[in-house]
DNA sequence: GTCCCTTTGAAGTCT
DNA sequence: AGACTTCAAAGGGAC
């Protein structure tokens, strides 16, 4: 077991006690003695990447090994990203739904192998962007050459199925922001030589030569951006230097780090579509800086809503409202699922003929509880970093500020009442009937048997109070199966009764088991079932329906909720 | 044109 | 403190 960082208590909510990969700019913000982390990640990496391994290892003794498919390759049986995409490509002409390497879709893996795309400034030559464009992954349709000179190169953004990065305001990689602090952490391959000082010793990956990654990055003021070094120093050949060009005013230029190197694109992303930005000064940064999560304040705001104003000032309601109309619409940070989300969609699009975003979303929330608790953790690690660029860069604002800001949905009834209600009017009160996505045997529907990790992650209480993953591991297992398989109504039931299960970290799980209504109370008699069979479910759809019996049983709990949508 | 659906997680409000 | 709600992305579908 890797020896993680101490528990901080991230004032970022993150599950920091389950992310294996800590940047000093926690420790910056928090000013708590966390330890260094940092000097240790690639010990710790690599400890997680075995510890991983075994558990894969200790899995495979399990009962199910001759019906599991392989195991994924090790990351390290890539010793290219070249490697890698060629798996990819060979896999995918197979037509099978592999459950990728350890980091399925990551695009910014691509660059450490771009070290000859790379331009003399650090920048990425669009040569190397074309590769990603062959590959078709979805988020690597970003010509890295727009992340440059926002060039607006014909992307072939627009030849795959509306592709996150087709939003993309400036052809920006969604997760590129995250890249760049990430980058070391994540990447299975190496950065390149030339751009990286340091090589770690134990794993041969090059590091950046400064160990702190996040808070150098982010703006923190205009004044005093010039003096932080950059996350991606390693990716300047002069070190000591700047990586931005800040003029004395802070920033003016939208973008000006775009011409350093793609890793600025951190400040942009499918969020920052154009649609969405103003052209004047809304979706800037005080410090000029745009980002992601501004939007305009064209996007639809309830008029009620404005003088409702978080800040709750006493000025006349006509100035609040246009003060509110000219406030930015400052977007959420995604949240580690979105994250994976917005990198998966266009993948699952892709190799599924579903474009119903519902669909795709029942898939991907699948994918997400049959990653491993490594893979989860380094979406866990993404979103914290996101959050955290997100506080840095709006001090003030506040989830709440967009609270009311979209369309409420129908709130018919309290919960409690929903809850008894929903047993008789399960099948007739939905607006919609329900749509199972997922059909059965679906091709590309394979998500925890492709490739083990419901196994790797057997949510004991240990473990769920152990790592990132482990939460969503136990979630799964709770409520995965039913998720997929109740209508709104009930879904809302199984939030309630995942959240009281996950609330009482599994431990105290038995409280939020007596639950008033069967439905919730289902969920572990399936999910036990479920756990045990999976291990010999085929990787489709009965990793959520393992068994007739199971099937059944939701039949029975449901009637009409395994209503299958119509074939394409 | 707007909202729903669907997913998970974060963070808000409410009790 | 715990329960509950809202929002974040996405895009087809329903109205």
Redesign the pocket.
């Known amino acids: 077991m890797p020896q993680l960082p101490p528990a901080g208590g991230?004032d970022?909510?993150?599950?920091d006690e389950l992310i294996p990969f800590q940047d000093e700019g926690d420790e910056q913000d928090k000013g708590a003695g966390r330890g260094s982390a940092h000097g240790d990640l690639d010990e710790l990496k690599s400890s997680l990447v075995h510890e991983s391994e075994n558990r894969r290892a200790s899995a495979s003794g399990s009962d199910s090994e001759a019906e599991r498919p392989p195991p994924p390759q090790p990351r390290e049986s890539f010793q290219k990203p070249r490697d890698y995409l060629a798996e990819v490509v060979r896999r995918q002409q197979d037509g099978g739904f592999f459950k990728g390497p350890p980091y399925p879709g990551y695009p910014f893996l691509m660059i450490p192998e771009l070290g000859s795309t790379y331009l003399p400034n650090g920048a990425l030559s669009p040569g190397g962007a074309r590769t990603y464009l062959q590959m078709k992954w979805p988020l690597l349709d970003v010509p890295a050459g727009a992340t440059l000179k926002d060039s607006r190169s014909p992307s072939p953004a627009h030849l795959s199925?509306?592709?996150?990065?087709?939003?993309h305001a400036h052809h920006m990689h969604?997760l590129t922001p995250l890249i760049t602090y990430s980058s070391d952490h994540f990447s299975p391959g190496s950065p390149p030589s030339h751009l990286s000082p340091e090589i770690d010793p134990k794993t041969g990956i090059p590091r950046p030569p400064h160990p702190s990654e996040l808070s150098p990055y982010y703006p923190l003021s205009p004044g005093a951006v010039g003096q932080i070094p950059h996350a991606l120093g390693w990716l300047v050949p002069q070190q000591g230097q700047p990586v931005y060009s800040i003029p004395p005013g802070g920033f003016r230029h939208p973008y000006p780090a775009l011409a350093m190197n793609a890793s600025m694109s951190s400040l942009m992303?499918?969020?920052f579509?154009p649609h969405m930005v103003s052209p004047a000064a809304h979706g800037l940064h005080p410090s000029g800086i745009p980002h992601?999560?501004i939007?305009s304040p064209i996007?639809?705001q309830e008029p009620t809503q404005a003088s409702m104003s978080?800040g709750g000032n006493s000025k006349s309601p006509g100035s609040v409202k246009k003060e509110e109309e000219k406030k930015p619409?400052?977007?959420?940070?995604?949240?580690?699922?979105?994250l994976y989300?917005?990198e998966m969609?266009?993948k699952v699009?892709a190799e599924c003929t579903l474009?119903?975003?519902?669909?795709?979303?029942?898939i991907?929330?699948?994918r997400?509880?049959s990653l491993s608790r490594e893979e989860?953790a380094k979406y866990?690690e993404l979103?914290?970093k996101e959050?955290q660029l997100h506080?840095q860069l709006y001090p003030t604002w506040?989830?709440?500020d967009?609270?009311?800001?979209?369309?409420?949905?129908?709130?018919e009834k309290?919960?409690?009442q929903?809850?008894q209600d929903t047993e008789s009017s399960l099948a007739s009160k939905?607006?919609?009937p329900?749509?199972?996505?997922l059909p059965i045997e679906k091709p590309c529907d394979s998500p925890a048997s492709s490739h083990g990790s419901m196994l790797d992650s057997p949510a004991t209480p240990s473990t769920a109070l152990a790592s990132?993953?482990a939460?969503?591991a136990t979630?799964?297992e709770q409520?995965?199966p039913l998720?997929?398989?109740?209508?709104?109504e009930a879904?809302?039931q199984?939030?309630?009764h995942?959240?009281?299960f996950?609330?009482?970290k599994a431990a105290?799980s038995s409280?939020?088991l007596s639950s008033p209504s069967p439905l919730l109370s289902r969920p572990i008699p399936f999910a036990t079932m479920t756990h045990t069979a999976l291990l010999t479910s085929p990787p489709s759809f009965p990793a959520a329906i393992p068994s007739p019996q199971a099937a059944l049983a939701v039949l029975q709990a449901q009637p009409l909720s395994l209503v299958t949508k119509p074939a394409d």
């Not at 970022?12 to 599950?15: E, I, Q, S, T, V």
């Not at 619409?329 to 979105?338: G, S």
């Not at 967009?402 to 709130?411: I, V």
């Open positions: 991230d970022l909510g993150a599950p199925n509306k592709v996150p990065v087709v939003q969604p992303s499918s969020r579509s992601p999560t939007v996007v639809k978080p619409h400052i977007k959420k940070p995604l949240n580690a699922f979105m989300m917005k969609r266009a699009v474009k119903e975003s519902a669909a795709i979303n029942q991907l929330g699948r997400w509880h989860q866990y979103a914290r959050r506080s506040s989830a709440r967009n609270y009311g800001k979209k369309k409420k949905r129908k709130r309290q919960p409690q929903q809850i939905s607006k919609k329900y749509v199972q996505y990132p993953a939460p969503a979630h799964s409520a995965q998720s997929l398989t109740t209508k709104p879904r809302a199984l939030s309630l995942s959240a009281a996950l609330s009482s105290s409280s939020s």
